[in-house]
């Protein structure tokens, strides 16, 4: 059974930086692609980053420059390292594996989904 397994939210201020990990196990990955999405209550689930089997990534534009996405395949493990965080950023992190080597950042391209991360940015 594959399991994604996100750790690292919390809460921190403006400004202030995080990094989610998201462990997974049950199939390897260095061969996918995976990404994360955000949601808050009352919204759909958000694209935040992806990366490929390669290293290709792409990023949302309410984060890019500010998040970096990567991926550790010897430990089947990837990041989200979070800097310069913005209340609006406070949202559920989920991290998120597709069978596909290649990113799409549309939510309904993955097959595999962790429980999500809640990350609070407060002002």
């Known amino acids: 059974q594959v399991q994604l397994v996100e750790s690292g939210g919390g809460l921190v201020q403006a400004g202030g930086s995080l990094r989610l990990s998201c462990a997974a196990s049950?199939?390897?990955?260095?061969?996918?692609?995976m990404g994360w999405f955000r949601q808050v209550p009352g919204k759909q689930r958000e694209f935040v980053a992806a990366?490929?089997?390669?290293?290709?990534?792409s990023y949302s534009d309410s984060v890019k420059g500010r998040f970096t996405i990567s991926r550790d395949n010897a430990k089947n493990t990837q990041y989200l390292q979070m800097t310069n965080l913005k209340p609006e950023d406070t949202a559920v992190y989920y991290c998120?594996?597709?069978?596909?080597?290649?990113?799409?950042?549309?939510?309904?391209?993955?097959?595999?989904w962790g429980q999500g991360t809640q990350v609070t940015v407060s002002s």
């Open positions: 049950g199939r390897t990955f260095s061969s996918s692609a």
């Open positions: 990366i490929s089997w390669s290293g290709a990534t």
């Open positions: 998120a594996g597709r069978r596909s080597s290649e990113y799409t950042t549309w939510s309904g391209g993955y097959n595999y």
